[in-house]
């Protein structure tokens, strides 16, 4: 059944753009990431065009993310004031994003800066958290693995306002959460992607967040920016379609409760491998399109011009 797309102008399946709403629902509840970096190259590859694919993202994330939100928060898994604190970061980096959006399209870049950004991206995020995950699963029972030296600090553990993060478990400056934030909302709004698959590890990694506590504080966090990007893309460019979003919404809400209920039993070490699997194989799949010569060298298409 087609249904037609009044801001992309183009019919597409109904039931195609349903699934894969439930599918990356789905990966957004298990993971505690938005799932707009599959989602945007999904509908990309379909035909979406890649400006109305990337700020027709925030909607559906939106929506999974609030889903997945509400999960955790009857399990007690969410750290507010952390969350709080990611979301200043997420908002002021999310309306940087959508200005360099808008002048990419205005420049007619819009498309390689895309195709080229998910590449080196993904392809850096997404060896970094395999590597790093596959080291942890092999030395997990081995007894001779180095272990953290009592008293040594991280640079940023000297930086000043300083917070306690309670549920978190962690003392720690709010300059680099910030940081951190204003980047993936930054991220978020010109690739069209959440930035859980980049906040997740982080806290994980570099702030060493629990890992049932990450999931549903990102979620929370990432909830609010998608929304601002969608305020700030509807506003300024015109590229959200919202029949688009509407079935993307539908499928991903019921895709992210069987997401976070399937997360939740994931071991750590798994949990971080699978998501960076998950996010080599996207950029696999566009570093693919940038280095296959295309069938045709060049092509010819007829346009109108006023008279």
Do not use: C
Not at 169 to 184: E, N, T
Not at 238 to 245: E, I, M, R
């Amino acid at each position: 059944m087609e249904i037609y797309l009044p801001i992309a102008e183009m019919p597409v399946d109904m039931f195609l753009i349903l699934g894969m709403g439930m599918a990356v629902g789905f990966i957004s509840g298990m993971f505690g990431i938005g799932g707009g970096f599959l989602l945007t190259p999904l509908l990309i590859f379909v035909g979406i065009p890649a400006a109305v694919a990337v700020a027709t993202q925030g909607p559906q994330i939106a929506a999974s993310s609030m889903t997945g939100s509400l999960a955790y928060w009857r399990r007690r898994a969410i750290d507010f004031k952390l969350a709080f604190v990611l979301l200043a970061g997420g908002l002021v980096g999310t309306l940087l994003g959508v200005l360099f959006f808008n002048k990419m399209q205005r420049l007619g870049q819009l498309d390689t800066v895309i195709t080229l950004s998910y590449v080196v991206l993904m392809g850096t995020v997404g060896a970094l958290i395999t590597w790093e995950s596959a080291k942890a699963a092999l030395r997990k029972n081995d007894k001779n693995a180095p272990k953290r030296i009592a008293g040594r600090h991280r640079w940023f553990e000297g930086l000043p306002l300083k917070m306690r993060f309670h549920r978190a478990g962690m003392y720690v400056s709010a300059i680099p959460l910030v940081g951190v934030a204003m980047l993936i909302g930054f991220a978020g709004a010109v690739l069209g992607i959440g930035g859980g698959f980049i906040l997740v590890p982080a806290l994980i990694y570099i702030f060493r967040v629990p890992a049932n506590i990450v999931v549903g504080t990102s979620l929370f966090q990432i909830l609010f920016t998608m929304i601002a990007a969608t305020i700030f893309h509807s506003a300024t460019n015109q590229s959200v379609d919202l029949f688009l979003a509407l079935l993307l919404m539908v499928g991903g809400v019921f895709g992210a409760q069987f997401g976070a209920r399937a997360g939740a039993n994931l071991r750590g070490e798994y949990f971080r491998l699978m998501l960076g699997l998950l996010i080599l194989i996207v950029a696999v799949r566009f570093a693919t399109d940038v280095f296959t010569p295309p069938r045709e060298a060049f092509s010819a298409t007829q346009t109108e011009t006023g008279r």
